[in-house]
């Protein structure tokens, strides 16, 4: 489940944090096998630093451990804009590295979806002057922010099905 607009732990989103959610819209769901945890971009638009970031997406990590269920983490995508668009700065990019650095270094997911990387364009200089990694024009649905159809689908076919496969013997 998704709502567009989420955010992880700032208030203000499109509904509730994830963090206020998860216990609904994750774990007393029937049959959870696995999450994919693709949250962060509006917290950092929001003005969240990384160390906000990072420990809710920790709690969530813990919460759905807590449950003996699997999480995957989804790295944070690119949003740099060439300027004259505003709507992603410098210091935005900043805490966008950090988190994907942590989760790659210290989080203990039980694995990654390089959804950032994937995504990952050219280098553009913002409105602020402060260069952001934007994402490719082809996956791009033109607002810097989304990815478009085909995008989409490159993030779809980037997810290995198995993860969602019970292991043998279970």
Request: charged content about 15%; proline content about 6%.
């Amino acid at each position: 489940q998704g709502i567009a607009g989420n955010r992880v732990v700032l208030p203000n989103g499109n509904g509730p944090a994830a963090v206020l959610r998860l216990q609904n819209d994750v774990l007393d769901r029937a049959g959870l096998s696995a999450v994919i945890f693709y949250e962060g971009t509006n917290d950092i638009t929001g003005g969240a630093t990384s160390a906000q970031l990072v420990a809710g997406l920790q709690e969530v990590i813990d919460r759905v451990h807590a449950r003996g269920v699997p999480i995957y983490g989804g790295t944070v995508v690119p949003r740099g804009r060439p300027a004259p668009s505003t709507g992603w700065t410098g210091s935005m990019e900043a805490v966008k590295l950090a988190v994907n650095h942590w989760m790659h270094t210290e989080a203990n997911f039980d694995g990654i979806v390089e959804f950032g990387s994937l995504l990952d364009g050219p280098i553009v200089v913002g409105a602020d002057g402060a260069p952001a990694v934007s994402m490719w024009d082809a996956w791009n649905c033109f607002d810097y922010t989304h990815p478009n159809k085909f995008g989409l689908e490159a993030m779809g076919t980037l997810v290995d099905l198995d993860l969602f496969r019970p292991a043998q013997g279970n």
